[in-house]
């Protein structure tokens, strides 16, 4: 059974950096394209961003786009999240997921595997 555990959430004051990262258990990684979402209080879970199964293709929401970097390392069986420049608004739950197949998608309900979830609190 395939396992993901996001870690790397905290608070940050805006501006800041964080670097998420989610392990992968039970299958390898390279299985799978990754994908990062975020889900704010009151709000329904949204797309973040996206790498294929390779690495070589990725996607960001507008939202995010500049200031976040999505990477793999598929012999550590990790998807990480380096968030700069961070806003108030990015404050959410994020979560790692995965889909197998050819390509990743910005819809969650294509998203088989899910993390827990980590805290990001940006503060003004």
């Known amino acids: 059974q395939v396992q993901l555990v996001e870690s790397g959430g905290g608070l940050v004051q805006a501006g800041g950096s964080l670097r998420l990262s989610c392990a992968v258990s039970g299958r390898t990684v390279s299985n799978y394209n990754m994908g990062w979402f975020r889900q704010a209080p009151g709000k329904e879970r949204e797309f973040v961003a996206a790498?294929?199964?390779?690495?070589?293709?990725?996607s960001y929401a507008d939202s995010v786009k500049g200031r976040f970097t999505i990477s793999r390392d598929n012999a550590k069986n990790t998807v990480d999240l380096q968030m700069n420049s961070l806003k108030p608004e990015d404050t959410a739950v994020y979560y790692c997921?995965?889909?197998?197949?050819?390509?990743?998608?910005?819809?969650?309900?294509?998203?088989?595997?899910w993390g827990q979830g980590t805290q990001v609190t940006v503060s003004s």
């Open positions: 790498i294929s199964w390779s690495g070589g293709s990725t």
């Open positions: 997921a995965g889909r197998g197949g050819f390509y990743y998608t910005q819809s969650s309900s294509s998203y088989d595997h």
